[in-house]
Protein backbone atom coordinates (compact mmCIF):
# COMPACT_ATOMS: atom_id res chain seq x y z
CA UNK A 1 0.00 0.00 0.00
CA UNK A 2 0.87 3.34 -0.94
CA UNK A 3 2.59 6.44 2.04
CA UNK A 4 -0.04 9.11 2.59
CA UNK A 5 1.97 11.82 0.44
CA UNK A 6 3.97 14.69 1.92
CA UNK A 7 2.99 13.82 5.38
CA UNK A 8 6.51 12.07 6.52
CA UNK A 9 9.89 14.33 6.68
CA UNK A 10 12.28 11.66 4.68
CA UNK A 11 16.30 11.96 5.62
CA UNK A 12 18.52 12.72 2.13
CA UNK A 13 19.65 9.95 0.24
CA UNK A 14 22.81 8.64 0.24
CA UNK A 15 22.69 8.57 -3.47
CA UNK A 16 20.43 9.60 -6.94
CA UNK A 17 19.79 13.01 -8.08
CA UNK A 18 20.57 15.77 -5.62
CA UNK A 19 20.03 19.18 -6.94
CA UNK A 20 21.05 22.45 -5.26
CA UNK A 21 21.50 26.11 -5.69
CA UNK A 22 21.39 29.08 -3.39
CA UNK A 23 18.97 32.09 -3.15
CA UNK A 24 19.14 35.63 -0.43
CA UNK A 25 16.12 36.56 1.01
CA UNK A 26 14.79 39.28 -0.37
CA UNK A 27 12.85 42.89 1.26
CA UNK A 28 9.41 41.65 -0.57
CA UNK A 29 9.70 37.88 0.92
CA UNK A 30 9.90 39.02 4.40
CA UNK A 31 7.21 40.38 7.66
CA UNK A 32 7.86 43.71 9.57
CA UNK A 33 9.75 41.87 11.90
CA UNK A 34 12.23 40.28 8.88
CA UNK A 35 10.89 37.48 9.24
CA UNK A 36 10.86 35.34 5.40
CA UNK A 37 6.82 34.43 5.25
CA UNK A 38 5.66 31.36 5.03
CA UNK A 39 4.68 32.17 1.17
CA UNK A 40 7.97 33.14 0.05
CA UNK A 41 9.17 30.28 1.62
CA UNK A 42 7.17 28.32 -1.10
CA UNK A 43 8.02 30.45 -3.97
CA UNK A 44 11.93 29.13 -3.21
CA UNK A 45 10.48 25.66 -2.96
CA UNK A 46 8.76 26.02 -6.48
CA UNK A 47 11.63 27.97 -7.90
CA UNK A 48 14.21 25.01 -7.04
CA UNK A 49 11.93 22.54 -8.15
CA UNK A 50 11.38 24.07 -11.63
CA UNK A 51 14.87 24.82 -12.01
CA UNK A 52 15.95 21.09 -10.88
CA UNK A 53 13.43 19.49 -13.08
CA UNK A 54 14.82 22.17 -16.16
CA UNK A 55 18.27 20.97 -15.61
CA UNK A 56 17.45 16.99 -15.05
CA UNK A 57 16.14 17.21 -19.24
CA UNK A 58 13.06 15.71 -17.48
CA UNK A 59 10.22 15.89 -20.20
CA UNK A 60 7.84 18.89 -20.22
CA UNK A 61 9.28 20.38 -16.68
CA UNK A 62 6.66 22.96 -16.02
CA UNK A 63 3.44 20.94 -16.33
CA UNK A 64 3.54 19.88 -13.00
CA UNK A 65 0.81 21.60 -10.20
CA UNK A 66 1.40 21.16 -6.79
CA UNK A 67 -1.58 19.16 -4.81
CA UNK A 68 -0.14 18.98 -1.20
CA UNK A 69 2.95 20.99 0.85
CA UNK A 70 4.21 20.19 4.28
CA UNK A 71 6.87 22.80 5.95
CA UNK A 72 8.50 21.67 9.50
CA UNK A 73 9.97 25.44 10.14
CA UNK A 74 12.58 24.72 12.42
CA UNK A 75 13.74 28.43 12.17
CA UNK A 76 12.40 30.78 9.83
CA UNK A 77 14.80 32.81 7.03
CA UNK A 78 15.51 36.48 7.73
CA UNK A 79 15.90 39.46 5.46
CA UNK A 80 19.07 39.30 3.86
CA UNK A 81 19.68 35.95 4.94
CA UNK A 82 22.18 33.33 2.13
CA UNK A 83 19.89 30.36 2.16
CA UNK A 84 21.47 26.65 0.68
CA UNK A 85 18.38 24.48 -1.05
CA UNK A 86 19.26 20.73 -1.66
CA UNK A 87 16.08 18.98 -3.07
CA UNK A 88 15.04 14.93 -4.10
CA UNK A 89 12.49 13.31 -5.52
CA UNK A 90 11.32 10.87 -2.17
CA UNK A 91 8.89 8.88 -3.53
CA UNK A 92 6.27 8.68 -6.13
CA UNK A 93 2.76 7.47 -7.65
CA UNK A 94 1.23 6.52 -10.87
CA UNK A 95 0.65 10.09 -11.97
CA UNK A 96 2.22 12.24 -9.16
CA UNK A 97 5.58 12.73 -7.36
CA UNK A 98 6.84 13.68 -3.87
CA UNK A 99 9.80 15.88 -3.76
CA UNK A 100 11.62 16.78 -0.62
CA UNK A 101 13.61 19.86 0.08
CA UNK A 102 15.79 21.37 2.71
CA UNK A 103 16.53 24.52 3.40
CA UNK A 104 19.88 25.92 5.26
CA UNK A 105 20.98 29.36 6.09
CA UNK A 106 24.12 31.11 6.76
CA UNK A 107 22.51 32.71 9.81
CA UNK A 108 20.89 29.28 10.96
CA UNK A 109 17.62 29.34 9.17
CA UNK A 110 16.43 25.46 8.94
CA UNK A 111 13.02 24.35 7.16
CA UNK A 112 12.23 20.73 5.91
CA UNK A 113 9.61 20.93 3.49
CA UNK A 114 7.99 17.90 1.25
CA UNK A 115 5.52 18.57 -1.63
CA UNK A 116 3.22 16.20 -3.68
CA UNK A 117 2.87 17.61 -7.46
CA UNK A 118 0.76 16.44 -10.03
CA UNK A 119 2.03 15.75 -13.63
CA UNK A 120 -0.99 17.03 -15.83
CA UNK A 121 -1.83 17.37 -19.68
CA UNK A 122 -0.36 20.97 -20.29
CA UNK A 123 -3.56 21.25 -22.75
CA UNK A 124 -6.49 20.10 -20.70
CA UNK A 125 -4.61 19.92 -17.21
CA UNK A 126 -5.74 16.76 -16.29
CA UNK A 127 -2.90 14.31 -14.59
CA UNK A 128 -1.41 11.97 -16.74
CA UNK A 129 0.91 8.58 -16.20
CA UNK A 130 4.81 10.08 -15.55
CA UNK A 131 6.84 9.63 -18.31
CA UNK A 132 9.65 7.10 -18.79
CA UNK A 133 11.87 9.74 -18.10
CA UNK A 134 10.99 10.09 -14.97
CA UNK A 135 12.58 6.93 -13.92
CA UNK A 136 15.23 7.03 -16.03
CA UNK A 137 16.33 10.70 -13.88
CA UNK A 138 14.66 10.08 -10.48
CA UNK A 139 15.46 6.15 -10.65
CA UNK A 140 16.29 6.15 -6.45
CA UNK A 141 12.80 7.16 -5.48
CA UNK A 142 11.19 4.39 -7.31
CA UNK A 143 10.73 2.07 -4.55
CA UNK A 144 8.90 3.92 -2.59
CA UNK A 145 5.02 4.78 -3.38
CA UNK A 146 3.16 7.79 -2.26
CA UNK A 147 -0.32 8.64 -2.77
CA UNK A 148 -1.98 12.04 -3.60
CA UNK A 149 -4.83 11.88 -1.36
CA UNK A 150 -5.58 14.73 0.82
CA UNK A 151 -5.47 15.05 4.24
CA UNK A 152 -6.97 17.89 6.17
CA UNK A 153 -10.62 18.33 6.38
CA UNK A 154 -11.91 20.29 3.47
CA UNK A 155 -14.95 22.15 4.82
CA UNK A 156 -14.50 24.80 7.90
CA UNK A 157 -17.23 24.34 10.62
CA UNK A 158 -20.13 26.83 11.02
CA UNK A 159 -18.21 28.95 13.86
CA UNK A 160 -15.38 29.56 12.03
CA UNK A 161 -13.95 33.26 11.87
CA UNK A 162 -14.31 34.93 8.07
CA UNK A 163 -12.91 37.86 6.81
CA UNK A 164 -12.79 38.47 2.76
CA UNK A 165 -10.08 37.44 0.50
CA UNK A 166 -10.18 38.80 -3.13
CA UNK A 167 -8.08 36.98 -5.65
CA UNK A 168 -5.84 38.98 -7.89
CA UNK A 169 -4.86 39.21 -11.02
CA UNK A 170 -1.92 39.37 -9.86
CA UNK A 171 -2.12 35.41 -8.07
CA UNK A 172 -2.33 33.94 -11.31
CA UNK A 173 0.53 32.13 -13.19
CA UNK A 174 1.49 30.91 -16.53
CA UNK A 175 -0.42 28.11 -16.04
CA UNK A 176 -3.91 30.07 -15.75
CA UNK A 177 -4.18 28.96 -11.82
CA UNK A 178 -3.91 31.13 -8.49
CA UNK A 179 0.01 30.29 -7.89
CA UNK A 180 0.46 27.69 -4.97
CA UNK A 181 2.73 29.89 -3.25
CA UNK A 182 -0.47 32.58 -3.60
CA UNK A 183 -2.66 30.28 -1.42
CA UNK A 184 -0.10 30.79 1.55
CA UNK A 185 -0.71 34.34 1.97
CA UNK A 186 -3.67 33.56 3.85
CA UNK A 187 -1.59 31.30 6.29
CA UNK A 188 0.00 34.45 7.04
CA UNK A 189 -2.47 36.53 7.92
CA UNK A 190 -4.41 34.03 9.83
CA UNK A 191 -1.28 33.63 12.28
CA UNK A 192 -0.69 37.40 12.48
CA UNK A 193 -4.55 37.85 13.68
CA UNK A 194 -4.52 34.93 16.47
CA UNK A 195 -0.68 35.72 17.27
CA UNK A 196 0.96 32.67 16.53
CA UNK A 197 4.85 32.54 15.99
CA UNK A 198 5.84 30.90 12.59
CA UNK A 199 8.64 29.22 13.84
CA UNK A 200 9.02 25.90 15.49
CA UNK A 201 5.79 24.90 13.37
CA UNK A 202 4.45 22.24 10.95
CA UNK A 203 2.32 23.68 8.52
CA UNK A 204 0.18 21.94 6.03
CA UNK A 205 -1.00 22.87 2.72
CA UNK A 206 -3.65 21.30 0.44
CA UNK A 207 -5.01 22.35 -2.95
CA UNK A 208 -8.98 21.14 -3.44
CA UNK A 209 -10.84 22.96 -6.50
CA UNK A 210 -10.33 25.46 -8.58
CA UNK A 211 -9.52 28.95 -6.95
CA UNK A 212 -11.24 31.82 -9.70
CA UNK A 213 -10.09 35.40 -9.89
CA UNK A 214 -12.69 37.13 -8.16
CA UNK A 215 -14.75 37.19 -4.44
CA UNK A 216 -13.41 34.61 -1.56
CA UNK A 217 -13.46 34.29 2.18
CA UNK A 218 -10.41 32.99 4.50
CA UNK A 219 -12.07 30.94 7.50
CA UNK A 220 -10.23 29.98 10.38
CA UNK A 221 -10.34 28.10 13.50
CA UNK A 222 -7.83 28.20 15.92
CA UNK A 223 -6.49 27.26 19.87
CA UNK A 224 -3.65 27.40 21.86
CA UNK A 225 -2.11 24.30 20.18
CA UNK A 226 -2.65 26.09 16.04
CA UNK A 227 -5.32 26.60 13.32
CA UNK A 228 -6.71 25.83 10.61
CA UNK A 229 -7.95 28.13 7.67
CA UNK A 230 -10.02 27.65 4.20
CA UNK A 231 -9.92 29.54 1.17
CA UNK A 232 -13.19 29.13 -0.18
CA UNK A 233 -15.14 30.97 -3.25
CA UNK A 234 -18.34 30.06 -4.57
CA UNK A 235 -16.85 27.30 -6.74
CA UNK A 236 -16.24 25.43 -2.81
CA UNK A 237 -12.63 25.13 -0.81
CA UNK A 238 -9.93 26.04 -2.98
CA UNK A 239 -7.25 24.87 -0.22
CA UNK A 240 -7.30 24.15 3.44
CA UNK A 241 -4.31 24.29 6.04
CA UNK A 242 -3.20 23.70 9.14
CA UNK A 243 -0.48 25.01 11.36
CA UNK A 244 1.13 23.24 14.57
CA UNK A 245 3.40 23.63 17.06
CA UNK A 246 6.63 21.26 16.04
Known amino acids: ?28 E ?10 ATVRHLQDVARDDSTDSGLTDPMTWVVRRTMLDVHRAPVFQEQ ?23 DEGAHVEAVTIWIYVDGETGAPRKL ?24 QAPDHAAERAWPIRFVDLDVLGHVNNAAQWAPVEEVAHR ?9 AQLEHGGETPPGSATIRWTGDAGGFRTWL ?6 GSAAEVRPL
Open 131 to 154: NADFFDIYGSATERKVSARLQLPN
Open 232 to 237: TTEAGT
Open 194 to 202: TGMKLEGVR
Open 30 to 39: VDPTGRCRLD
Open 1 to 28: MPEPGAAEITPKPASGRIFESTRRIRLA
Open 83 to 105: IALATWCSGHGGRWAERRTEIRG
